[in-house]
């Protein structure tokens, strides 16, 4: 562990500058904690429906729990309305997160439509609300996870991002793209360097890093406090360690698979949690494959155990 921490989360000190982004259906505690063993700095949990911790929290449960060595650990959690934000983040506080953000990021046109994730970016007097009433009654800190504006017409990130700051916000992601664009163009790293200037609290950024090269590009680019990688760490989560996929050996593969499944299993159960693997499965072991339909024996194995052994075959281990 580095000695100095590279920047804080409020007070808590933060050691590293690469962060694995929130991922709906992804960032559960199995992949997680993989991936902060592998140099994530900050374990972000999967958005969490606020109303759904309120009112029926036996089925999102899941979702906040983490292990004690994940620390620091951020909830994420998403709704319309600074009541219904504020009584689910006083709930989740019970359970002593680092931090507790708010997605403004969520381009799906249903939580878009209801004002809620990137929807709230079309509403920045509410996002002042938010912030306010969230860091003036919580214990911990909030933090907030920003595109760059609803579309071309509306990149209203500067403001925004001033909002979170004035408000109380501790840090700020950004996503480098505005809702519209939903996943398409590149992301403006420019944006986010003008935002990384305008700001003092912390800022990740976050967009289109892809291999362990980018994450230097990006923080020279932009000047952030760290960087946030999503879709590039299902791919290959080593890159938390710098490291690209293509020199991590198949042995070393075995040791994070192995270890990731049978956290996964001991999670979701037998069942459950190799049906959730298979995805994750289907990354590690993608530049193994001959053909398709040793793909398939692969990934539609019906126990543990006969994965594994597939598996062990096609690593040559
Ligand atoms: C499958 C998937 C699920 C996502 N779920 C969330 C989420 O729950 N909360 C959130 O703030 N962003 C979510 N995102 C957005 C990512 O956090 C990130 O902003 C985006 O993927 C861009 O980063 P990347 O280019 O490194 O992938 C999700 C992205 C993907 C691909």
């Not at 001991?266 to 193994?288: C, D, T, V, W």
Request: proline share 6%; glycine share 8%; charged share 25%.
């Amino acid at each position: 562990m580095p000695t100095a921490p590279n920047f804080y989360l409020g007070k808590t000190p933060v050691y590293g500058d690469v962060v694995l982004a929130p991922m709906d259906g992804y960032s559960d505690l199995p992949f997680r904690s993989v991936c902060r063993e592998l140099g994530s700095a900050i374990s972000y949990t999967e958005f969490i429906h606020a109303s759904d911790v309120i009112h029926r929290p036996e089925h999102v449960r899941a979702r906040w729990q983490y292990l004690p060595w994940e620390r620091p650990v951020v909830f994420q959690i998403y709704g319309r309305t600074p009541q219904t934000l504020l009584e689910a983040a006083l709930r989740l506080q019970e359970f002593s997160p680092d931090a507790i953000d708010i997605n403004m990021g969520c381009p799906d046109k249903r939580i878009v439509r209801r004002g809620a994730g990137a929807g709230l970016l079309g509403t920045p007097v509410k996002v002042a609300r938010i912030i306010r009433l969230l860091s003036r009654n919580l214990e911990v800190p909030v933090t907030a996870k920003i595109r760059l504006g609803l579309d071309d017409s509306c990149r209203n990130y500067l403001l925004i991002a001033r909002i979170v700051e004035e408000n109380g916000g501790a840090l700020l992601a950004v996503h480098g793209r505005t809702q519209a664009q939903g996943y398409k163009g590149t992301a403006d790293w420019d944006a986010i360097a003008e935002i990384a200037q305008a700001v003092s609290i912390p800022v990740l950024g976050n967009g289109d890093v892809r291999t362990p090269q980018d994450i230097e590009r990006m923080k020279e680019h932009t000047g952030v406090d760290g960087v946030m990688i999503g879709r590039a760490a299902i791919r290959n989560p080593w890159i938390f360690a710098r490291r690209d996929r293509a020199s991590v050996s198949p042995k070393e593969v075995w040791e994070v698979m192995t270890k990731h499944l049978s956290r996964s299993l001991e999670f979701y159960g037998a069942e459950r949690g190799l049906i959730l693997f298979r995805k994750f499965a289907a990354q590690y072991l993608s530049p193994y494959f001959a053909d398709n339909s040793q793909r398939r024996a692969l990934l539609t194995a019906p126990s543990p155990q006969e994965f594994l052994t597939l598996a062990e075959k096609l690593l040559h281990l």
